[in-house]
């Protein structure tokens, strides 16, 4: 089945490191997109790229990178300089003007 | 700039009752509006969508959701709820042509058996 993989589903980090969330999809959607949800906030955009090796920073881009060397792959790394990146994170693909496909997220916590 | 407002964050309803969940946006172009819906521990779902032509849409699950320009809504409704209604559902607009979704905060759904 086509679809948006994230892992992993849960993750810990040290305050002051890296840590890379993994977003593959096998749908053949050129776009892909980043978001933050946090409670009583919605969904907030980090990332979103159109094409391979192209991607823009959305509301919320300080203290994330993202990369896009394959289409079907966007990793978002959140770096040290995110000063509160506990957070649940989502990845979504779309094709054309349709709605998103979403994957099942990504929480992380900061210990 | 765009933006989407769900009046309603936490919505408490029986069995059986009517649902209504406004939503609405600030855009004075042409968007693709959607809701999405998230069941407790599962990913986000596209519930209906909205592009063009007829302002009352149908979704899964017994949802619609009326367009209406005037008022920028785009307001979602059930005739009668379910125990398994119970989620989170979130109204987002998309300008038409763009990249960008704006995504509402969110409106808590609990509906008692």
């Known amino acids: 089945d086509g679809g948006i993989t994230q892992s992993p589903k849960y993750l810990f980090r040290k305050e002051g490191q890296n840590v890379t969330l993994s977003c593959e999809q096998n749908?053949?959607?050129?776009?892909m997109y980043w978001y933050r949800q946090d409670p009583g906030q919605g969904l907030r955009l980090i990332y979103y790229?159109?094409?391979?090796?192209?991607?823009q920073k959305g509301d919320i881009a300080e203290g994330y990178s993202v990369s896009r060397e394959k289409k079907e792959s966007f990793p978002l790394t959140v770096t040290s300089a995110q000063k509160n990146p506990t957070a649940f994170y989502l990845c979504?693909?779309?094709?054309?003007?349709?709605?998103?496909?979403f994957g099942s997220g990504t929480r992380l916590t900061v210990v | 700039a765009q933006s989407v407002s769900q009046h309603n964050h936490h919505v408490i309803l029986s069995e059986a009752a009517s649902l209504e969940l406004g939503c609405n946006y600030s855009y004075g172009g042409t968007v693709n509006l959607f809701w999405y819906v998230q069941y407790p521990g599962q990913h986000l779902q596209l519930l209906l969508k909205y592009f063009s032509g007829d302002p009352l849409v149908k979704g899964i699950k017994g949802f619609e959701a009326e367009f209406i320009k005037s008022k920028f809504s785009f307001n979602l409704r059930k005739p009668s709820v379910q125990w398994s209604d119970t989620a989170e559902y979130f109204c987002?607009?998309?300008?038409?042509?763009?990249?960008?979704?704006?995504f509402g905060t969110g409106t808590r759904l609990k509906v008692l058996a």
């Open positions: 749908l053949n959607h050129d776009a």
């Open positions: 987002a607009v998309n300008a038409r042509g763009t990249y960008k979704y704006i």
């Open positions: 979504a693909s779309r094709e054309g003007a349709g709605g998103y496909t």
């Open positions: 790229s159109q094409i391979v090796n192209d991607f």
